[in-house]
């Protein structure tokens, strides 16, 4: 009997670094070697390929690929017939959805979307700002850019679409958005033959059961302390707790163990508050999944 293999698609380029860090918190362990595409994974049921996000959508829909990560924004743009199977929110820097916006030179005179009629408009999201253009009833020439799309108004464009997390490749090239076109997010996607079958399905569940694991944890940390009976309503009380806190009796019955899991955030507001409360042996760790 044939070894059952899940084929997962991993972007290229820019969220490589991002997507390849998620899926080892997860529990993959993920190597790369020189030139190779096709990297490494702790996991004997999984294959790895490196694709261009914009491409994943296309393959998957096609078979090509069992499930891949790749953005909303490219399943809308190749208007891919696939399994959305999560939302997995880590973009390169902000960890928010990305926007693509509708930007202009800061001297143009375009005000607003109606004034782009006839105009031409440069972008990689040719169909999704096709229709963006025409519910707003504008028609104007779309045209595919093939990079450096922030360098071509006034002079090769009239305006463009183009990504951005924080707005500031824009503002450096003197452009003003007039508008947002589409949020996007990554997703993990399956393509309707992976996920009819019901060992495929099951192991894209697995992993994004994990992968949605590993990012629950982010940015979390668990507590655990010890505290006298007579002080437990002021230590709970202190505590912004994920869900109620852990209560364990101890040989002591004088005291409990108090364990739960907060926002790494706010330690230093409540640290201080939770000793002066009472709470002792306070101690932290670190997490790298909540399952629910």
Request: glycine letters at 4%.
């Amino acid at each position: 009997m044939s070894r059952r293999v899940l084929r997962m698609a991993l972007p290229a380029g820019s969220l490589r670094e991002a997507a390849v860090a998620l899926f080892r918190k997860a529990g993959y362990n993920i190597s790369f070697y020189a030139r190779s595409y096709n990297p490494a994974i702790d996991d004997p049921e999984i294959e790895c390929l490196l694709i261009r996000a914009q491409e994943i959508p296309r393959y998957v829909q096609d078979g090509v690929m069992d499930a891949g990560l790749t953005g909303y924004d490219w399943v809308q743009e190749n208007r891919a017939d696939v399994v959305e199977v999560a939302e997995l929110v880590f973009a390169k820097e902000t960890r928010q959805p990305v926007r693509w916006v509708l930007a202009v030179p800061q001297d143009s005179p375009i005000e607003t979307v109606r004034d782009l009629e006839g105009k031409r408009v440069a972008t990689e999201l040719v169909n999704v700002t096709t229709d963006f253009l025409e519910k707003a009833g504008v028609r104007a020439h779309v045209e595919f850019s093939w990079g450096a799309t922030e360098a071509k108004p006034p002079a090769l464009a009239d305006a463009i679409v183009e990504l951005t997390e924080t707005g500031s490749s824009l503002a450096a090239n003197n452009l003003r958005v007039l508008g947002t076109v589409m949020e996007s997010t990554p997703r993990l996607i399956a393509s309707k033959e992976a996920w009819a079958d019901p060992w495929r399905r099951r192991k894209i569940e697995d992993v994004t059961l994990m992968l949605k694991g590993a990012m629950a944890a982010e940015g979390k940390v668990a507590l655990m302390m010890n505290v006298k009976v007579v002080d437990l309503d002021k230590v709970l009380a202190i505590l912004p707790a994920l869900e109620k806190p852990t209560v364990s009796s101890l040989s002591d019955k004088a005291w409990v163990a108090v364990n739960t899991i907060v926002d790494e955030s706010v330690l230093r507001e409540i640290l201080p508050k939770l000793k002066l409360a009472g709470a002792r042996g306070i101690v932290e760790y670190p997490i790298n999944k909540i399952i629910d």
